[in-house]
Structures are given as structure tokens and as C-alpha cells.
Nanobody, 124 residues
Framework: QVQLVESGGGLVQAGGSLTLSCAAS????????MGWFRQAPGKEREFVAA????????VYADSVKGRFTLSRDSSKNTVDLQMNSLKPEDTAVYYC?????????????????WGQGTQVTVSS
């Protein structure tokens, strides 16, 4: 059974940094895409970034490009989202997701497995 567990959220001032980690278990993820999404109150869940596990190719939303970096550690089965230069508009619950697809997808409906989410709050 696939399990995704996020950690690393918290409260940070604008301009600060946080690293979110997603611990994946239950199977091999070598043929999976791992994504991060976020959802602010009253808003739709939106794509943040994704990585294809096997080759570490990445895709980022325009809103985070240049500020966020996604990586995976196969030895630990984790996917880490390094977030720099955080802005108040980055405040949301961040979710890790897994999709067994050929290509990296950016729609949340394409992902099969989800973590419980971790809150990120950026104060101005």
C-alpha cells in the first residue's frame, strides 16, 4: 500500500526558506512521477512542481520557478522541495502526490496517491 507522508511545514517570514520532505513507502517508485501541489483557503489545488523519479527530470509552475527546487533521494525514498525567497502568497497546505504515468502531469486529478498535507505559512 502506497503511503506518502509530508513533513517540514511551518511558519516563516517573507524572504525566508523552508524544505518540505515527502517520505514515500509501499512500493518501488522508479516508474512514478512525484508531485507537489498546494491549496490555499478558498482556492483550487494548484500544481507546484513534479519530478520523474527514474531520471530526476523536473517541471515547475511559473509562480515558483527560480525559487523552488525539487529533488529526490532514492536511498531514503524521499522527495524534497526546497523553497527559497518565500512570499506571503506561497501560504497554503502543501501536498505530496504520486502518479504512475509516462509523462509528468500538472493536473491534480492525474495523481493517484496523496499525502495528508503540511501547512506552510509565510508572514509579511
Amino acid at each position: 500500500q502506497v503511503q506518502l507522508v509530508e513533513s517540514g511545514g511551518g511558519l516563516v517570514q517573507a524572504g525566508g526558506s523552508l524544505t518540505l520532505s515527502c517520505a514515500a513507502s509501499g512500493r518501488s517508485f522508479s516508474d512514478y512521477n512525484m508531485g507537489w501541489f498546494r491549496q490555499a483557503p478558498g482556492k483550487e489545488r494548484e500544481f507546484v512542481a513534479a519530478i520523474r523519479w527514474s531520471v530526476s527530470s523536473t517541471v515547475y509552475a511559473d509562480s515558483v520557478k527560480g525559487r523552488f527546487t525539487l529533488s529526490r533521494d532514492s536511498s531514503k525514498n524521499t522527495v524534497d522541495l526546497q523553497m527559497n525567497s518565500l512570499k506571503p502568497e506561497d501560504t497554503a497546505v502543501y501536498y505530496c502526490a504520486a502518479d504512475r504515468g509516462i509523462a509528468i502531469m500538472t493536473r491534480h486529478i492525474d495523481y493517484d496517491y496523496w499525502g495528508q498535507g503540511t501547512q506552510v505559512t509565510v508572514s509579511s
